[in-house]
Every structure is written in structure tokens, then in C-alpha cells.
């Protein structure tokens, strides 16, 4: 199921479409709702984020907690914001590897 038929995503998740970059690892993260406007971005292992509206924006976090989650980005769009968890949760990987 991806992102944008999840019944919770907002409807205008279902316009925006993700950039190239992400189209290409082809990669679709599992989404649950936290609580009331924060959603988990999850991969198959770890939380790589959070996604929380605030008013019409999407702030986008990056970390396995969200108490302790980095601020990587805002965007008007559903997708952009989960888009910019995970291309903030992979970059990390890269730079920081186990």
C-alpha cells in the first residue's frame, strides 16, 4: 500500500508526486500514526522519522525517537516532508556506518 492510499494521509497527499532521486531507490516506508498529527516513518528494521502537522505544514524529523528528533525540513506536501525523513535517515546511515 503506498503512502498516499493510507486512509489517514491527507487527501492531498495523493497530488504530490515524489522527486526522481526517491522514485529511483524505489523504496516505499510504512507510515503509522502516532498520535494526533504525528505520524512514524518507518523501513523494514527502524523508525527513520516523524512527520507532524502543524496548521498546513508538514515539519519533518528525522531520528528513532521523537523526543529526540532532528528538525530536517517543512513543506506544504505529505510526500515531500516523508521524502525528506527518509533521504535524512539514509544520508545518516552513509555517514555514521554500524
Given amino acids: 500500500m503506498s503512502i498516499s492510499q493510507l486512509p489517514h494521509a491527507p487527501s492531498h497527499a495523493r497530488a504530490a508526486a515524489p522527486s526522481a ?14 498520535r494526533d498529527d504525528v505520524y512514524a516513518v518507518l523501513d523494514i528494521c527502524e523508525t527513520m522519522g516523524f512527520v507532524e502537522r502543524v496548521g498546513s505544514v508538514y ?23 516523508v521524502e525528506m525523513v527518509c533521504l535524512a535517515h539514509h544520508r545518516g546511515r552513509r555517514a555514521n556506518p554500524s
Fill in 21 to 34: 532521486a526517491f522514485r529511483r531507490e524505489r523504496f516505499e516506508p510504512s507510515i503509522t500514526l502516532v
Fill in 59 to 81: 515539519v519533518a524529523l528525522s531520528g528513532e525517537r521523537q523526543i529526540r528528533a532532528v528538525e530536517v525540513g517543512q513543506s506544504l506536501s505529505w510526500d515531500v516532508a
